[in-house]
């Protein structure tokens, strides 16, 4: 009876951290994705001048920001697997 209660408040604290490195997580994304997509404007709009050149730079922005998103959401579901 006591291993079942240790058991049970152990796994409710690692589903209560991961719940708190959720919402971290979620909302560091969100800041950095917002922040990086003004920066892209401000760049890529703004400073480049030529067409192509803007296409690439927009490009390369997005891979950026899609790339931290997919490590993002990896390292939780790695997480919650533990």
């Given amino acids: 009876m006591r291993k079942l209660t ?39 709009q703004n400073v480049l001048t030529n067409q192509q050149a803007k296409d690439q730079c927009h490009s390369i922005f997005d891979s950026i920001r899609g790339l931290y998103a997919g490590t993002t959401f990896f390292i939780l579901i790695v997480e919650l697997c533990e």
């Fill in 6 to 44: 240790l058991a049970t408040t152990y796994a409710v604290g690692l589903y209560i951290h991961f719940l708190i490195n959720l919402i971290v997580a979620i909302y560091l994304l969100f800041v950095i994705l917002h922040a990086t997509q003004n920066d892209t404007v401000a760049l890529c």
